[in-house]
């Protein structure tokens, strides 16, 4: 069935480091979506992606939407401690609209 | 708006008994997902509802899981009866076009 693979599976960087995380996948997306998820809560939406190509920010954050349209990649600049957490990509497969999956996601660590 | 509303936000049963999870979706979403989130098997999509009416439900792992929406404003999740392999974080999310999903704190289950 369709994976998405996220990598890499974690990271422990310094604070003020930048931070580059990638996500593939099998089938073609026309949607990649990225989400944070701190401890004990939900996932949050961070950056939706809607064309190949495209390239947009959020604050600190950066995704693009590959040019295959089969990947995905996430860069936070100038990581700061609220950085720490699990980052996850997400999509739905262009043949099976609102069957959103995720990745099995990054793990951030920042260290002061 | 309030967001998407899960209740109970941790619940401990008995192998055996039936577990009820809530979901209130965000008003005028017309998607509903369920997910469930194993440290093994990272988020999985259990089900998905499109104007109240089940789309795909592959994901449900056995008979003994089942989902409605009886309404726009409503949805359950119940497990009957319950084991401890079912011990995980349930979420809901909703969303407006089936793709941006917004989940819920979600529900943090134990069976023993």
């Known amino acids: 069935g369709q994976q998405l693979n996220q990598s890499p599976q974690s990271m422990f960087i310094q604070e003020g480091e930048d931070v580059s995380m990638n996500c593939t996948s099998s089938?073609?997306?026309?949607?990649w979506l990225w989400y944070k998820q701190d401890p004990g809560e939900g996932p949050v939406l961070l950056i939706a992606?809607?064309?190949?190509?495209e390239l947009t920010s959020n604050g600190r954050l950066t995704a693009q939407f590959g040019i295959t349209r089969k990947d995905s990649f996430l860069n936070i600049s100038a990581s700061i401690p609220s950085d720490v957490g699990i980052y996850f990509c997400?999509?739905?497969?262009?043949?099976?609209?609102?069957?959103?999956?995720f990745g099995a996601g990054t793990q951030v660590v920042v260290t002061p | 708006d309030a967001g998407v509303i899960q209740s109970p936000r941790h619940e401990v049963t008995e192998m055996g008994q039936e577990v009820t999870l809530r979901c209130k979706p965000i008003?005028?979403?017309?998607?509903l997902f369920w997910y469930r989130q194993t440290m093994m098997r990272g988020l999985e999509l259990l089900i998905y509802?499109?104007?109240?009416?089940?789309?795909?439900d592959s994901g449900m792992p056995e008979d003994r899981f089942s989902a409605k929406m009886p309404n726009a404003s409503f949805s359950t999740l119940k497990i009957q009866p319950s084991e401890p392999r079912d011990s995980a974080v349930y979420f809901c999310?909703?969303?407006?076009?089936?793709?941006?999903?917004?989940f819920g704190q979600g529900t943090r289950l134990t069976v023993v």
């Open positions: 509802f499109n104007n109240n009416v089940p789309i795909d």
């Open positions: 997400a999509g739905p497969p262009t043949d099976s609209w609102g069957k959103l999956q």
């Open positions: 089938s073609i997306f026309n949607t």
């Open positions: 008003s005028g979403h017309d998607y």
């Open positions: 992606l809607y064309k190949a190509g």
């Open positions: 999310a909703s969303s407006w076009n089936g793709r941006e999903a917004f």
